[in-house]
């Protein structure tokens, strides 16, 4: 249908003229629309990167947390041994006067003992009975977050050939 | 001709706006999907607290076996095994058989001062067939829930005595 065939030919121009800038505004308001779901997109797959990263991190960080627990609960300086023979290693056991030895050694050789360890605080606690709380190792990074960990552990006391109930505390630092 | 180009043009429009529509349908169908991956699907399990508990439930029973007692300083393995027998132990020696309360007292102390202090919610028996022993609990947990079992087995004058310890997430 020609509306314009009888008219003028102002009219015609003016026509075709709405005409067109509706086409136009049509096709500004789908590049927009496309525009719009790009950046929504775009800002939804930063969010989930960025939170993906930092799930990373803080598994690490967990991660690290545990590795140091580990390497406590199985170091050959703070666990027990059976008095007939040296090979036997007691389970989850730690020798009382060898936690309090040890204090000494990671102070001569600070520099070894912090590549096992970093940034973290080794402690352990007698529970029951109720008695004495041993800072083995002590490097803060000056950062408030850690990560804890509470492992039970054995206390042997080789004088009296009693067993304590202990906590072996790991706070990891980030 | 005309009505032809017409009908040409009306079509190539009506094309236009399909592919659109597709191109919109695509992005949200995308959209969707990286949700549903991201948001939904990938919860990973946090692997301190699984290693965690089940450190704890493991060493909690064996260094609370091992641990001596104030009862003639025996060890708490031996007095399960006193109080699941004929109850021989005098602990105060004031002539009354106290094997079982001073286990239930000493597992009181440990557990009050460690798994309670933590607020890990937990479940300790000791049974022996279908006659429960010893049985503690704390907070609040659901019996279907993920957990991380210790057990022991002691053997006594009357048959085996099981131990668990269950720690709740």
């Given at each position: 249908m020609r509306i314009c065939s009888h008219t003028p030919a102002q009219p015609c121009i003016k026509m075709k003229t709405k005409k067109a800038q509706i086409k136009m505004f049509e096709t500004i308001a789908v590049l927009l629309i496309f525009f719009i779901l790009i950046a929504f997109g775009l800002i939804f797959y930063s969010k989930v990167q960025r939170d993906s990263i930092q799930d990373t991190g803080k598994e690490y960080f967990e991660l690290k947390a545990i590795q140091t627990a580990q390497l406590v609960s199985f170091l050959p300086e703070l666990q027990c041994t059976s008095p007939t023979s040296v090979n036997i290693v007691g389970d989850a056991c730690f020798d009382a006067f060898k936690i309090i030895a040890l204090k000494d050694i990671i102070e001569d050789n600070y520099g070894y003992y912090f590549d096992l360890f970093g940034f973290s605080k080794i402690t352990v606690e007698q529970i029951y009975p109720l008695g004495k709380k041993w800072v083995i190792y002590n490097k803060s990074s000056g950062k408030s977050s850690k990560s804890s960990l509470q492992i039970p552990v054995l206390i042997y006391n080789a004088s009296s050939r009693e067993n304590y109930f202990g906590v072996l505390n790991v706070d990891v630092y980030e | 001709m005309l009505m032809f180009m017409n009908k040409m043009k009306k079509n190539k429009k009506s094309q236009a706006e399909i592919i659109g529509l597709a191109i919109i349908v695509i992005l949200i169908t995308m959209g969707l999907l990286f949700f549903v991956k991201?948001?939904?699907?990938?919860?990973k399990d946090n692997p301190k607290g699984s290693f965690v508990n089940s450190e704890l439930a493991s060493n909690m029973v064996t260094v609370l076996l091992k641990t001596t007692t104030d009862?003639?300083?025996?060890?708490v393995n031996e007095l399960f095994q006193d109080c699941a027998g004929?109850?021989?132990?005098d602990c105060n020696d004031d002539g009354v058989y106290d094997s079982c309360d001073y286990l239930n007292k000493t597992l009181g102390i440990i557990f009050s001062r460690t798994l309670e202090k933590w607020k890990k919610p937990y479940k300790f028996m000791a049974y022996r067939g279908s006659d429960i022993k010893m049985e503690k609990s704390y907070g609040n947990y659901n019996k279907n829930s993920a957990k991380k079992q210790g057990i022991a087995v002691i053997p006594t004058d009357m048959g085996n005595l099981f131990i668990t310890l269950d720690i709740y997430n």
């Open positions: - | 991201f948001g939904i699907l990938d919860k009862c003639k300083k025996s060890s004929f109850e021989r132990f």
